[in-house]
């Protein structure tokens, strides 16, 4: 009998900037297998903007983790699957290997490190 790992829905979110509207998170929703790879980009970033980073919320009403910051660097103890890079305009989180407790709601933001403001989608 053939072993079929669970469905694992990922969730994004795009609810609108607080700078700017233009930013749009792709895709709004999906599902993978554990183990695929999965790939989520926020595109139409300013270029004024400095970094990129993606933000993950298991629980609603929760405070999000930062597991990814300055485009592609990793805070502490986020495991190595999650990787994230910043082309131009386009910022994009990837999961190598997704886990079940991966299942959550991911954020994108960004930084202007020249006039401290940020924003969130």
Known sequence: VAWAPPLLVVLTHN???LVQAAVTQQPSSLSANVGDTVRITCSGLSSSYAYAGWFQQKVPGTGPVTVI???DKRPSGIPSRFSGST???TSTLTITG???EDEAVYFC???DSSSGSY???
């Open 15 to 17: 609810s609108g900037s």
């Open 69 to 71: 910051y300055a485009n």
């Open 87 to 89: 082309s131009g305009t």
């Open 98 to 100: 997704v886990q079940a």
């Open 109 to 111: 933001g960004s930084y």
């Open 119 to 121: 924003g969130v989608w």
